[in-house]
């Protein structure tokens, strides 16, 4: 994936074989080995969607839609835009800032 927000789905080295050339356009290789980056996926159901967003030659923008069976994909990943999600570190409290628990304020302790 090129670290933009979507899905790399993974499949079974059998299932891309079953699935032969008709697969081939829509796989990219990466370092965890070949995989379909897309832009949704919905596994409700006995198939996976997998919703791709492209443009043609002609720059018409395109969507498209692949089904798979669900017992071919070996593993769904997904990738969001930094900063859009997770954990941001955190500096060293200064010695002497630190917080009491609520407990502690209610008692009225130290």
């Given amino acids: 994936m090129n670290g933009t927000s979507g899905f790399a789905v993974f499949f079974y080295p059998q299932a891309l074989e079953v699935l032969g050339e008709a697969i081939k356009p829509y796989l990219q290789e990466g370092p965890a080995g070949p995989h379909v980056a897309c832009n949704e996926v919905d596994t409700a159901g006995g198939f996976v969607e997998l919703t791709l967003f492209g443009r043609t030659a002609e720059g018409q923008d395109i969507t498209l839609e692949l089904m798979v069976p669900s017992s071919m994909v070996l593993m769904i990943v997904s990738s969001q835009q930094a900063g859009s999600f997770g954990f ?23």
């Fill in 88 to 110: 941001r570190p955190h500096l060293p409290e200064a010695p002497g800032e630190t917080a009491q628990s609520p407990a502690t304020d209610a008692q009225g302790g130290s």
